[in-house]
């Protein structure tokens, strides 16, 4: 099993819908967590992160979290063209170095 | 920001490579990724104050440096095809400890490796 898993995708939503990211992790210990996207040859940049359960906004981005079921998800509503990217899920725990990625999420927004 | 140089190269199978990063200003944590086409970043390793604080499954001829000005190097020796990939760097505020968890990562923006 994949410390974190995410749907490879490709994922397609019409401009103006609601995209929703899933992720899944196996560490129990893992405390915080963040969604970067990627857009095609260049780096991750950082969209949002959580540490809480429950739900966290900013702006068209909603994340959310559930420990208890090891999962969390980033909602995009009003997708626009400029969304079009990759999505990629990562997990860290409460005192460690590193950050461990899921495979990302392709999402394409269509006009 | 965070500058990595340089941004694309092209190597042979057992030759050597040094990658180059700046950290982004008043950031003194910086750690290492490898993405390979179509994966997610993969952890090398992370350098604070100069030292070596965590590593990922990578073998030792990965190896890396950090300087006073908080500057690093990743140098990889015996290049094999499986290194083609991106390589990123990311610069962070806090030092590792409690809640270090939390700390967010700024990405440079790579440097392609081919390994022919």
């Known amino acids: 099993q994949k410390e974190v898993e995410q749907n490879s995708g490709p994922l397609s939503v019409p401009e103006g819908a609601i995209a929703s990211l899933n992720c899944t992790y196996s560490?129990?210990?893992?405390?915080?967590f963040f969604w970067y996207r990627q857009y095609s040859g260049k780096s991750p940049e950082l969209i949002m992160s959580i540490y809480s359960n429950g739900d966290k906004e900013d702006g068209r981005f909603t994340a959310q979290l559930n420990k208890a079921s090891q999962y969390v998800s980033l909602l995009i509503r009003d997708s626009q063209p400029s969304d079009s990217a990759t999505y990629l899920c990562?997990?860290?725990?409460?005192?460690?170095?590193?950050?461990?990625f899921g495979a990302g999420t392709r999402l394409t927004v269509k006009p | 920001g965070v500058t990595q140089s340089p941004t694309h190269l092209i190597k042979t199978r057992g030759q050597q490579v040094t990658l180059r990063c700046s950290s982004q200003s008043g950031h003194n944590t910086v750690s290492w990724y490898q993405q390979a086409l179509g994966q997610g970043p993969q952890f090398i390793f992370q350098?604070?104050?100069?030292?070596?604080?965590g590593r990922g499954n990578f073998p030792p001829r990965f190896s890396g440096l950090q300087f006073p000005n908080d500057s690093s190097e990743l140098n990889v020796n015996a290049l094999e095809l499986d290194d083609s990939a991106l390589y990123l760097c990311a610069s962070s505020l806090a030092p590792p400890g409690p809640g270090s968890g939390a700390n967010v990562l700024t990405f440079g923006a790579g440097s392609r490796l081919t390994v022919l």
């Open positions: 560490d129990r210990v893992s405390q915080s």
């Open positions: 990562a997990v860290r725990r409460y005192n460690n170095n590193d950050m461990r």
């Open positions: 350098y604070y104050r100069e030292e070596e604080n």
